[in-house]
């Protein structure tokens, strides 16, 4: 073999191009015994059953039934204790025991020319091996648990045992649920973290049932290492406690929340969270998300995500926009901010008027990338607004207002549309609704004369939602002439309306959508650009956010 392989950090570098195929690791595994140990070390770093360790034991001590829970792997006999001992060797190499969304090809058991999907173990299985080892003894160099999704055959009698006895110092992420859990009992595990598990720097507890909400201990303010807590439960009425142990925690930078409960508590003088840069609030409603904002201050935010249930009045957006402001008081750190309304069956006949002023507090985060608000009302915007955000967030690269419902008439032009995404040089994605019924007033040079908008290259992604169209504004010229890069343009496909009495003028919309875009596409065939086919094909993401 070449001396070049006498490096273990090259071979791990030439590994990394194999690293996605188990089947690949195993047959370099099988090439060359110096590049063995490294591709077995791959192999086997990330697992989301215990089931190929397993089934490194003799073949005649397993088998494999099929039942309304999947592939399981059973004893057909018990190992001897030689037999144990050659998991050992496998299972040290273990670093991730997390969920399903592994290797996209992970060595599976085949039968035939197939292969077993989603192979787990029977609790009778997992019992012996670890009677016959502890799990910290059997993993020792193991990183990172997904508790849940590893042993969710278990029974709540077992998980909790088994649970404490993974618990060890070099842990540095953990997540798992306490749904099965006595509350007594999950108070006392997360008790135990500072001392059991000092170097944990992930912690997610999920207690997202609905019958049980968790209060954060103070405790978690003895893990120094900890820079992200997401708590999938938490009582709305504890808030001001669960800031005050969240606060605990110094070098805390993600913090996601799902909260539980109608009310919320009297609240104070806002608690400082001096290194978060990430916040997730879900759930709750959008007065509950502003109560906690309210709750703090955080100096160094840069990204806010908030998904809501249960219609917003433009009162309550206008007071979240104004919470937000106040909460990030220094305004050069926020990127982005993302709020969408998630309530199963908004109700269509509601009318949600959100008028320009609601949203240019905003203009003070002049570091803003990406802004999405999506589901939360009826748009009703201002050329003015439009005309703003250029220079309000220069660096924007995706901007959504977007609305479930349409609008009988739409407040912005489709000139002020074109203004906004030729000045937004990073402007990547836009999803907005637009006047397009009227002639487009094209921009006049110094001496007079019309001169167009300045080509823009970064736009790849335009929705035009429900916008009203008329070939008077000569949407496929202006678009192919600015934007030579666009590849994705796109509109809701759908009207509203009974069956038997259908909206005819939204059916005209959408006919004079589909004729812009023919357009713009023979105008770019008719400049060379030939993969435009394969381009628009490949590009398939229409998703509401």
Not at 6 to 20: G, M, N, P, T
Not at 469 to 493: C, G, M, N, Q
Request: glycine share 4%.
């Amino acid at each position: 073999m070449h001396r070049i392989f006498e490096f273990d950090d090259i071979i791990y570098a030439v590994l990394q191009h194999v690293k996605s195929s188990g089947t690949d690791l195993v047959n370099v595994a099988m090439t060359c015994s110096r590049l063995a140990d490294s591709a077995l070390n791959i192999l086997w770093a990330e697992q989301s059953s215990l089931a190929p360790l397993i089934m490194c034991l003799p073949q005649d001590t397993w088998e494999v039934t099929e039942n309304e829970l999947g592939h399981i792997v059973h004893f057909s006999r018990d190992p001897t204790p030689i037999e144990w001992e050659r998991l050992r060797k496998n299972a040290s190499r273990v670093r991730r025991l997390v969920g399903p969304h592994g290797f996209t090809d992970v060595l599976k058991l085949p039968r035939g020319e197939s292969f077993i999907p989603d192979l787990d173990v029977s609790g009778y299985v997992l019992q012996r091996l670890f009677a016959w080892s502890r799990p910290a003894t059997l993993f020792p160099n193991l990183c990172e648990l997904h508790f849940d999704a590893v042993f969710s055959l278990l029974e709540c009698s077992s998980k909790y045992w088994l649970l404490r006895k993974f618990i060890s110092l070099g842990l540095q992420a953990l997540r798992f649920d306490v749904i099965d859990i006595p509350t007594h009992e999950a108070e006392q595990l997360l008790a135990t973290l500072p001392a059991e598990a000092h170097g944990l720097r992930q912690l997610t507890v999920s207690a997202d049932d609905g019958t049980m909400a968790l209060t954060v201990p103070p405790s978690l303010g003895k893990l120094p290492k900890l820079i992200g807590l997401a708590i999938f439960g938490i009582d709305v009425c504890l808030t001001r406690q669960t800031i005050a142990n969240i606060q605990q925690a110094w070098c805390l930078q993600s913090l996601k929340l799902k909260l539980c409960g109608t009310s919320c508590d009297a609240g104070g003088i806002p608690l400082e969270l001096p290194s978060l840069k990430t916040l997730h609030l879900s759930d709750g409603s959008l007065p509950q998300c502003t109560h906690f904002l309210r709750q703090v201050t955080t100096p160094k935010l840069s990204h806010i995500d908030i998904r809501y249930r249960g219609s917003a009045s433009p009162a309550e957006m206008t007071a979240f926009i104004e919470s937000l402001s106040t909460s990030c008081q220094t305004g050069g750190y926020l990127e982005r901010v993302h709020v969408i309304d998630e309530s199963k069956i908004p109700d269509p006949l509601l009318i949600i008027p959100l008028s320009s002023e609601i949203f240019r507090p905003l203009f003070k985060f002049n570091r803003l990338s990406s802004v999405k608000f999506v589901g939360v009302g009826n748009f009703n915007l201002d050329d003015g607004f439009l005309y703003d955000v250029p220079d309000a967030w220069p660096s924007i690269r995706e901007l959504k207002l977007t609305s479930w419902k349409r609008r009988a008439i739409d407040s912005v032009t489709f000139t002020a549309m074109m203004s906004l995404a030729s000045r937004c040089r990073s402007l990547q994605t836009l999803h907005l609704t637009v006047d397009a019924t009227q002639s487009t007033i094209i921009p006049r040079a110094p001496d007079g004369t019309e001169k167009l908008w300045p080509t823009q290259t970064a736009l790849r992604n335009l929705h035009l939602g429900y916008s009203q169209v008329s070939e008077v504004a000569r949407i496929p010229y202006f678009l192919a002439e600015v934007f030579p890069t666009l590849f994705d343009f796109k509109w809701y496909d759908y009207y509203c309306g009974h069956y038997d009495d259908p909206d005819i003028a939204m059916i005209s919309a959408l006919s004079a959508l589909n004729d812009a875009l023919q357009e713009l596409w023979a105008l770019r065939k008719s400049a060379g650009d030939h993969d435009l086919d394969e381009r628009w094909e490949k590009d398939s993401d229409d998703s509401w956010t």
